[in-house]
């Protein structure tokens, strides 16, 4: 089945940057749309940033994030990304990659003031 691993996260200052990865297998990774949801302590998870495929176009992202995160893909290595900039602990959580009806295990972000 598919299966989509994270990785990149961990314990950052405030102002920092960080790089998350999502690894896919088992799918046709460039027709696929892909996204990045997160999940603060004690909050549900909300929608950070999406990618099209090859047959559309379109990122959008979440107005919170916006103008200091980036989402980009590389379809040959089938690896999602998520560019975070200037991080604030508001952007403590648990970081989701998602595709259709697929979850990541989530990898951990922790921003320090």
């Known amino acids: 089945q598919v299966q989509l691993v994270e990785s990149g996260g961990g314990l950052v200052q405030a102002g920092g940057s960080l790089r998350l990865s999502c690894v896919a297998s088992?799918?046709?990774?460039?027709?696929?749309?892909m996204g990045w949801f997160r999940q603060a302590p004690g909050k549900e998870r909300a929608f950070v940033a999406a990618?099209?495929?090859?047959?559309?176009?379109?990122?959008p992202i979440a107005n919170s994030v916006k103008g200091r995160f980036t989402i980009s893909r590389d379809n040959a290595r089938n690896t999602l990304y998520l560019q975070m900039n200037s991080l604030k602990p508001e952007d403590t959580g648990v970081y989701y990659c998602?595709?259709?009806?697929?979850w990541g295990q989530g990898t951990r972000v922790t921003v320090s003031s």
């Open positions: 998602n595709t259709v009806d697929t």
């Open positions: 088992n799918m046709a990774f460039n027709r696929a749309a």
């Open positions: 990618i099209s495929g090859i047959f559309s176009s379109g990122t």
